[in-house]
């Protein structure tokens, strides 16, 4: 965590997918709906790619910002 703080970046708990090329990151408490979310936009768009359902790493970039998901624990 002090690696990303220092270079501008989080761990958020949250769900994200990858969707047309732009990342969709939903943050919120425990049982907020996030997991149902990404379900609801792959069950909509099948392109779309759960990057992790439970912890993101965000990060302000030159350009833009990045996610990532996690390898912890999540589906």
Do not use: Q
């Not at 703080?5 to 990151?25: K, P």
């Not at 609801?40 to 990057?51: E, M, Q, S």
């Amino acid at each position: 965590m002090n690696h990303l703080a220092l270079r501008s970046g989080a761990i958020v708990h949250g769900a994200g997918l990858e969707l047309g090329g732009a990342a969709l990151v939903f943050a919120g408490v425990s049982k907020a709906g996030k997991s149902t979310l990404t379900e609801l936009f792959r069950a909509g768009a099948p392109d779309a790619v759960l990057l992790s359902d439970d912890r993101m790493v965000v990060r302000r970039t030159a350009r833009d910002w990045d996610a990532w998901g996690t390898p912890w624990p999540g589906t």
